[in-house]
């Protein structure tokens, strides 16, 4: 007898052995049981899932014996037939093959004589999007109504492309991935069958290679099953695909926390010279480092690790924060994008592995914008920046931990302060600062809440001459009269909206100050200077 491929010996015959699409699979058990038999029928999804085995189903139901029926027998002709691809009712079109009009002007000359020995007509068309756009307007009168006995079934991969009047004549049916458990059954069904010994992990590792696709697995089983000799090993797969495998990528990982260059570029030289490929290595740590992420989130991932206990470890898992992992996962596929335009892919990949051990020094840009607007509201409110940490399980935050550990650190978190009674000249005063009104935040805050109906505060506003400030106090200076009176009838309305805006109580005060008064003020680039100078410890910068 000639050999089989596993996907076509292993083919769905029944809805029944429809796995991993109970949905459809229990809905057209309904349709066929109720005699309620649709025009058309389109089926989408990914390769792989089904698709076309479901249309088979689907005309054997309605051609067997007994039916229609939910429960085709598969050993009446009709249903042989129909199952080795040659009965004379059941037309199977390649869509990509048959594009133009005159591919469906033939089909819609052909509806029209009745069925030869069954009692339905069907027309499966596969991969149907690729229909040119009259292809698909010369069938929409055909399958809205077509002869009594004929059924329409079409099945793509792009259900996007296929036109909305397609569409819309047509029962929709979405078939879904397979989840990895469901493929892992059916392999490790398959090969009891053939009686061929197997590792747990190893089939678990062809299952996930699947992808969610039943086929796809299935051809990797016969490639496995070739070359392992019927004793199918994790090693052996590893060894004769050109895998790095997890155990070797957590011993670079833990060079990397480390910081070993020597073991690390060891490690990878080593790799090579066994034969794999550079950019498997770099595919291999994406999944490592995204399995680290699942499972410090305690969340199942796709593992075929001997010792998971080994390679996923607790140190390893607590090591790599949220955001570590997140620059890692980047530098990477970075790399692995530039992998397939490089002339020397080693020194790439070992540039990349050398940048890896840095990786607590990765500053990302949205961290660097997210530290610098804590930064510029500490200059307006007089106050330390506040950082966040990291939780260390669900990926919060709290705040007010380890504040020095900032892009712009404000001093040790750790610091146990003596309660001591002050003395008077110990106790620091806070500083007088003068500002632009132009450059004052809270006056423009305060300027857009106040109503455009109140002119006189507005315009009184508009009008400082200066403003000082001195921890929670902000003096108002005007030099014109007028605008002082009008500013001293809204003080108190002015404080209360200083004081929502800056989340605390903000004290006012107005002053009328003669134009011929002179005071020495303070420079914008002078008061920048002099915060800096505070939060970093009297370090001095030239701005």
């Known amino acids: 007898m000639a050999y089989e491929v596993t996907a076509a010996k292993f083919r769905p015959q029944s809805f029944e052995q429809l796995v991993g699409q109970e949905f459809v699979s229990e809905t057209l058990k309904n349709s066929m049981q109720n005699k309620r038999i649709a025009r058309a029928y389109l089926l989408s999804g990914p390769r792989g899932v089904g698709k076309t085995s479901t249309a ?8 067997c014996v007994n039916g229609p029926t939910a429960t085709p027998c598969n050993a009446c002709v009709n249903c042989v037939s129909i199952t080795a691809g040659n009965h004379p009712d059941v037309i199977e079109i390649d869509g990509a093959s048959n594009t133009g009009i005159n591919d469906v002007r033939i089909i819609q000359e052909e509806i029209m004589y009745p069925p030869v020995n069954a009692k339905y007509k069907v027309y499966i068309i596969d991969e149907v999007h690729m229909l040119s756009k009259s292809a698909f307007n010369a069938l929409l009168k055909t399958i809205e ?15 996007n492309k296929v036109l909305a009047t397609i569409r819309s004549r047509c029962q929709i049916f979405n078939l879904r991935l ?6 892992y059954k059916s392999l490790t069904k398959v090969l009891d069958s053939y009686n061929v010994k197997y590792e747990e992990n190893a089939v678990k590792w062809i299952a996930s290679e699947g992808r969610g696709s039943m086929r796809d697995a299935y051809t990797l089983l016969d490639q496995v099953v070739s070359f392992c000799n019927n004793d199918i090993t994790l090693k052996v797969i590893q060894e004769k695909l050109g895998l790095v495998g997890e155990e070797k990528i957590s011993k670079m990982a833990l060079c990397i926390l480390n910081s070993n260059r020597r073991d690390l570029l060891l490690e990878y030289d080593n790799i090579l010279i066994s034969g794999i490929a550079p950019e498997q290595i770099i595919a291999e740590f994406i999944k490592y480092f995204r399995n680290i992420l699942f499972a410090r989130l305690n969340l199942p991932f796709d593992s075929a690790a001997s010792d998971q206990a080994t390679c996923y470890s607790k140190a390893i898992i607590e090591a790599f924060s949220y955001e570590d992992i997140e620059n890692i996962l980047e530098i990477l596929f970075n790399t692995y994008e530039k992998s397939r335009y490089t002339t020397d892919i080693k020194l790439e990949i070992e540039a990349c592995l050398i940048k890896l051990l840095n990786f607590k020094e990765f500053i990302r840009p949205k961290q660097i914008i997210k530290e610098l607007k804590m930064l510029r509201q500490s200059f307006f409110q007089n106050t330390s920046p506040v950082y966040m940490k990291e939780d260390a399980v669900g990926g919060g935050v709290k705040k007010n931990e380890f504040i020095n550990e900032g892009l712009f650190q404000t001093g040790p978190a750790n610091i146990v302060e003596t309660k001591t009674a002050p003395s008077v000249q110990n ?11 132009q450059k004052s935040d809270i006056i423009k805050l305060v300027k857009d809440r106040v109503s455009p109906t109140n002119i006189q505060l507005l315009s009184a506003l508009n009008n400082i001459d200066s403003i000082e400030e001195q921890g929670a106090k902000m003096t108002l200076y005007f030099s014109q009269k007028m605008y002082y009176d009008n500013a001293l009838k809204f003080k108190d309305l002015i404080a209360n909206e200083a004081s929502a805006i800056v989340g605390k109580e903000q004290i006012i005060e107005i002053e009328y ?8 003020e303070m420079s914008v680039d002078e008061y920048n200077r002099m915060k800096l100078k505070e939060i970093f410890y009297g370090k001095d910068f030239n701005l």
């Open 427 to 437: 106790v620091q005063q806070p500083k007088t600062i003068k500002v632009t009104p």
């Open 56 to 63: 088979r189903i689907i005309a054997k139901a309605l051609n």
């Open 178 to 183: 397979i989840p990895t458990d469901v493929i």
């Open 513 to 520: 100050k003669p134009p011929n008064s002179e005071s020495k």
């Open 145 to 159: 109504e077509p002869p009594k006995g004929v059924v329409f079934i079409f099945a793509t991969t792009e259900i």
